[in-house]
């Protein structure tokens, strides 16, 4: 029977009248949305009510079920709705409408909260509170009784078989999925029956869910309408909740297991309810479908039903994916049960085998286990373009062989490896890219046709080449079992291709029996020969592979269900490698490094490797980095390794020798410059760069007086701090000293200035500042300032201001410091250096991170005259500055920014990437204002009136930390996000940076 909704319609305006009549409250009035009842919001100077208003031929008995759950409830801790009775003392009370129909009245109370679907982020801590609220409802519901719980109800999903006579309702494809669920869900009928049941909630869904106004890190307060509570077993609630909260999310079981987590901790489960949840999330989901398909049929037109249904089929292709077992083991885990339930017997038989590695390999004379590192900050691997040669590795491991003869060389369990952060091994996480690094196996580095040999009895589970590149090649598996009956595999892989045929599938097999040989790099999968050993409970229904490494934050489960190999031999050193905890190598640096030295993001990171535009961590996770532009031509460029290396293996020493490398680097520098810079000093970084120009440039003019932009930062050293407004107006800091004199920072969003054309004003700074040192009887030495000005938040000079400035600094017998630590060696794309961009030349250019690539390598070009004026008697010598390593290396990166024309690559991709910030700065309006030039870029976020919006700049740092790409915040205020990326950044880096950035500025912290 259709409804005539305007009929049945109730105004605000009546509702107020209706709450009025019957509660005596009365104040400001909202309708909110409601799917049967029509809500409102109604708000008194004191309190917030929710008064629900029924339609015609309401069931009074279900009205009265749910009002005695809210009662129930009401008894317990549980922060739930109340419910108020009328006047007259009715807890449901009932008007007549206009049109004479009897409708139902209830008066509740407001729960202040936001609604879970307009949550954004839905992060691992909000699922875990969601699981712990659900539990908690459940715990409040007991001893609830009332014959409803006991209903026939097509949402239960105990009683889900109704959904099989709808099966017809499916496409093929989508009735084999719901049909796989069916026929499970039946088959474990028997036991599933006899599970503990309760009354539970039943609809735990992104309507029902209130989560705290906080909005950094919410959790879920209350559960609202218990009108699908029901009795039954008490794993289909867990199973419901799930079922709705991983919807969107790319790793749905990942998602689903703090939510595990949370209602054990407030409900705790049993083992055997685990091992039914992952049916029953599916069948929630077919439950769900059914219903969907079922309303299409009656309502063919309604496109909403059709939207609707979208996520819970979306949900069941993606669950289906998900191996069973292992969803189940990992499970159990998150209660903090053995993931894998045999694991712990497995253990105890383990203990007391006696199998030693002699038997595994008979043919090699060895008297104890050498482990090789292959973590992923092994200087035993080396470069990535080093373990990449298998020549080289196989040649490495030979000679480590011969240098060992009596060693056996193996390792890595649980190891996490570089050689797995690359695109094969990754997958979409809920939290940006994850890499499979951790390796569950272990490998023995022996020859290529090492004879390998039985370690039990067993019997041929299969013998399969798995011959792509970089997969095992030959594969064996075996299958055994304990004493007790219980079963286990072994995998052999990377073996000889003979082996293929050695032992047949089904064979069984005695303990020191022939099984295989070890492969060469042409057979085994392209790798340097060696035995990769595993062990598995279960094999996860692979038939003839099984996965060699795991996802770092699977380990747990991951090494309950492969147990490590070692608990059979138990040599010493073949141990574990369990990543170490963060927090002592923090507690040690709070006690015994610089107190004064922050560590980034409020989750530090362990970063062991650097590869390109990539640092990777302690985890084996790649990071983007956006920021650091001392690894200018790369992390780790292999090409600046390489010199450095050979360099440092022949001779490193002072520079009052004759060398090729110092004039080799002098020459090739000075070509970048304008031929009035002609003399080069080396020094080992920014700070003495800057340190030595100012020296130079008081020995030239005599006099001390300084002028430096306000925010600027020039070094760490007294003189450069002394010219530091960053510093010395910072935290900390004392103010400027005597002979510095600052001018403001002439910045066109935020400055005191703002606009085009500011140039001149922000010059006539200068003028006043000469003006006051000659009022002091004093002369100026001169001005420093960067190209581009970093610290003070990536602010670019307006157009003219440095011609302006230098003339008047030179006409006051000033010098001018261009300092070029950030910007300089191609960054800014259009020019080389950064005070070209503006037409000026300075009589001292300072150069310091990007020329090292990573290593301390600084230096000072200046004119001949500032040059003559400084060696006035006094040697200036510098022990490291312009050694033949740091030459080779400062040589091979400007060789490689030639080569790889990496300053058109900045101009090309910080042209993108600069432009598109801009079109996200029209959708965005947070982002106050973007500004830089080629890959030196940067963006202000401000809210409306250009308040800076320091704490969203953090939040967005930590956020993109969190999806793995490194960004860092800077300016006055600390709300400018800073972008200065290895110079080999790319077009598709760029993208990728838009993308999680779009993301983040969706989330509900940026909103303001
Ligand atoms: C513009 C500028 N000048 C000088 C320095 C000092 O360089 P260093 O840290 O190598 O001593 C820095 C360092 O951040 C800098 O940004």
Redo the contacts with the bound molecule.
């Keep these: 029977m259709s409804i005539d909704y305007s009929n049945i319609k109730i105004l605000p305006e009546q509702a107020n009248e209706i709450s009025n009549a019957l509660y005596n409250i009365a104040g400001e009035v909202k309708a909110l949305p409601g799917e049967l009842d029509f809500n409102f919001r109604i708000k008194t100077k004191s309190e917030t009510y929710i008064l629900k208003i029924g339609r015609p031929h309401e069931d009074f008995e279900y009205l009265e079920f749910q009002k005695n759950i809210l009662k129930h409830l009401s008894k317990s801790h549980l922060n739930a709705p109340n419910i108020f009775p009328d006047t007259q003392g009715k807890l449901i009370s009932t008007i007549i409408d206009t049109d004479g129909n009897k409708r139902y009245v209830r008066l509740l109370s407001w729960i202040d909260g936001r609604l879970w679907s307009s949550v954004n982020p839905i992060k691992d801590n909000l699922l875990f509170s969601l699981g712990a609220q659900a539990g908690k409802v459940t715990s409040a519901l007991k001893g609830f009784e009332h014959h409803k719980i006991h209903r026939q109800f097509d949402w239960d999903v105990a009683q889900a078989e109704w959904t099989s006579k709808h099966l017809g309702l499916f496409s093929t494809e989508r009735q084999n999925m719901v049909s796989y669920f069916q026929k499970q869900f039946e088959i474990f009928q028997d036991d599933y029956k006899n599970l503990r049941k309760s009354v539970i909630h039943n609809d735990i869904n992104d309507n029902n869910i209130l989560v705290s106004s906080e909005l950094e890190n919410p959790e879920v307060i209350a559960i609202i309408d218990y009108g699908d509570t029901i009795y039954t077993q008490t794993i289909n609630d867990l199973a419901v909740v799930i079922s709705y909260a991983i919807m969107n999310k790319p790793d749905m079981l990942s998602a689903a297991l703090p939510i595990v987590s949370g209602y054990h901790k407030e409900y705790p489960l049993m083992e055997v309810e685990l091992s039914f949840l992952y049916n029953l999330v599916a069948m929630n989901l077919v439950i769900s479908v059914t219903k969907s398909a079922l309303n299409k049929q009656k309502e063919p037109e309604n496109e909403y039903l059709l939207i609707s249904e979208k996520p819970a089929w979306d949900v069941l292709e993606k669950w289906m994916q998900i191996d069973e077992n292992l969803a189940h083991y990992s499970f159990r885990n998150s209660c903090g049960f053995k993931a894998h339930p045999n694991e712990e017997a497995f253990l105890k038989w383990a203990k007391n085998q006696q199998m030693s590695l002699q038997y595994f390999f008979p043919a090699i004379d060895f008297n104890h286990i050498h482990t090789i590192d292959m973590s992923v900050g092994s200087t035993w691997l080396g470069h990535e373009s080093e373990y990449n040669d298998i020549e080289l590795t196989n040649f490495k491991i030979n000679r480590l062989q011969t240098e060992k003869p009596k060693a056996l060389f193996a390792g890595g369990y649980l190891e996490i490896r570089p050689f797995y952060s690359t695109k094969a091994y990754q997958k979409e996480g809920n939290s940006g890219p994850e890499f499979r690094t951790t390796h569950l196996g272990v490998d023995f580095w022996v020859k290529e046709n090492t004879a390998i040999h039985a370690p039990f009895d067993a019997e041929v589970y299969s013998v399969y080449n798995n011959g792509s590149n970089k997969d095992y090649g030959p594969t064996l598996i075996l299958r055994h079992q304990t004493d007790s009956g219980i079963p286990f595999y072994s995998l052999y892989g990377h073996l000889s291709e003979n082996s293929l045929n050695l032992v047949k599938q089904g064979q069984k097999i005695y303990k020191n029996d022939l099984i295989a040989y070890v492969g060469n790099v042409t057979e085994n999968g392209n790798w340097a020969p060696h035995l990769h050993f595993q062990i598995t409970l279960d094999l996860l229904g692979n038939t003839h592979d099984f996965p060699g490494v795991a996802f770092p934050d699977t380990v747990s489960v991951w090494r309950s269900l492969c147990p490590n190999p070692n608990l059979l031999f138990k040599y010493e050193g073949l141990n574990e490698h369990l990543k170490a905890p963060h927090e002592k190598i923090i507690d040690f640096r709070n006690n015994h490094l610089g107190k004064s030295l922050s560590l980034s993001y409020k989750k530090p990171l362990k970063i062991l490797r650097g590869s390109g535009v990539y640092l990777i961590d302690d985890t084996g996770r790649k990071y983007l980095d956006t920021v650091n532009n001392v690894a200018h031509v790369g992390h780790e460029h292999p090409k600046v390794v390489k010199a450095g290396q050979d360099q440092m293996a022949v001779l490193n020493t002072n520079s009052r020798y004759l060398h090729n490398n110092i004039n080799a680097f002098a020459k090739e520098l000075l070509k970048t410059f304008p031929k009035a810079l002609s003399v080069v000093h080396f020094v080992n970084?920014?700070?003495?760069a800057?340190e030595l120009a100012l020296r130079m440039l008081k020995a030239y003019t005599k006099a001390k007086d300084m002028i430096a932009v306000e925010i600027g930062?020039?070094?760490?050293t007294n003189a450069?701090i002394g010219v530091s407004s960053y510093k010395f107006d910072g935290k900390g800091g004392q103010g400027a000293p005597e002979h510095t004199h600052i001018v403001p920072l002439p910045d066109t969003f935020r400055g005191l200035y703002q606009g085009k054309n500011t140039a001149e004003k922000y010059a006539k700074h200068i003028d006043d500042q000469i003006e006051n040192i000659h009022s002091k009887g004093r002369k100026l030495a001169g001005f420093i300032c960067?190209s581009i000005i970093?610290?003070g938040g990536q602010v670019e000079l307006p157009e003219n201001y440095l011609e302006l400035v230098y003339q008047s600094v030179r006409n006051a017998g000033g010098l001018c410091i261009a300092?070029e630590?950030?910007t300089g060696c191609g960054r800014v794309g259009k020019t080389f250096w950064g005070f070209q961009l503006h037409n000026v030349v300075p009589d001292i250019v300072?150069i310091?991170?990007p020329i090292g690539n990573g290593h301390p390598l600084?230096a000072v070009v200046c004119t001949q005259e500032v040059a003559q004026a400084f060696a006035n008697g006094m040697e200036y010598f510098n022990t490291f500055g312009g050694n033949p390593v740091s030459c080779a290396i400062g040589n091979k990166v400007l060789q490689v920014i030639k080569v790889k024309k990496l300053q058109d690559n900045a101009l090309i991709v910080g042209t993108f990437l600069k432009d598109e910030l801009l079109k996200l700065q029209k959708s965005y309006p947070i982002i106050g204002d973007v500004r830089g030039q080629g890959l030196f870029l940067g963006f202000e976020l401000t809210d409306n009136d250009k308040m800076p919006l320091t704490e969203k700049a953090n939040y967005l740092a930590n956020r993109m930390r969190d999806f793995g790409i490194l960004m860092s915040t800077d300016g006055k205020d600390n709300n400018a996000l800073k972008i200065k990326p290895p110079m080999v950044f790319t077009i598709e880096n760029a993208k990728e940076l838009l993308d999680r950035l779009k993301q983040i500025l969706e989330e509900d912290f940026m909103k303001f």
């Design positions: 970084s920014g700070s003495e800057i930062y020039h070094g760490n450069c960067e970093s610290c300092d630590v950030q300072t310091g991170k600084a």
